[in-house]
Nanobody, 128 residues
Framework: QVQLVESGGGLVQAGGSLRLSCAAS????????MGWFRQAPGKEREFVAA????????FYEGSKKGRFTISKDNAKDTIYLQMNSLKPEDTAVYYC?????????????????????WGQGAQVTVSS
């Protein structure tokens, strides 16, 4: 059974950095796309970034590109989200997700309903 476990969340001041990790287990992820989404209180879940496990190609929500970097470690079956220059509006619960590339490929990587598996979420709070 596929499990995704996020870690690395916490409280940081504006302008600071955090790195989230998502450890994946229970499956073979070479044919998957791994994504990060976030949900702030009272708002809908939104796409942050994704990475194709086989190619390593990253995808970003436009405003996150340049501040956020998604990466993977094949040996550890782990993906990361490096977040720099954090702003109070980045405060949210961040979720790791996995979906087969056949569903997530092309223009669908930003759609949460294309991902089959989700982690429990990691709280990120940015203080002003």
């Amino acid at each position: 059974q596929v499990q995704l476990v996020e870690s690395g969340g916490g409280l940081v001041q504006a302008g600071g950095s955090l790195r989230l990790s998502c450890a994946a287990s229970g499956g073979t992820f070479s044919s998957y796309v791994m994504g990060w989404f976030r949900q702030a209180p009272g708002k809908e879940r939104e796409f942050v970034a994704a990475i194709a496990w086989s190619s390593g190609n990253p995808f970003y929500e436009g405003s996150k590109k340049g501040r956020f970097t998604i990466s993977k470690d094949n040996a550890k079956d782990t993906i990361y989200l490096q977040m720099n220059s954090l702003k109070p509006e980045d405060t949210a619960v961040y979720y790791c997700a996995a979906g087969p590339a056949s569903r997530v490929v092309g223009p669908f990587y930003f759609m949460s309903n294309k991902y089959n598996y989700w982690g429990q979420g990691a709280q990120v709070t940015v203080s002003s």
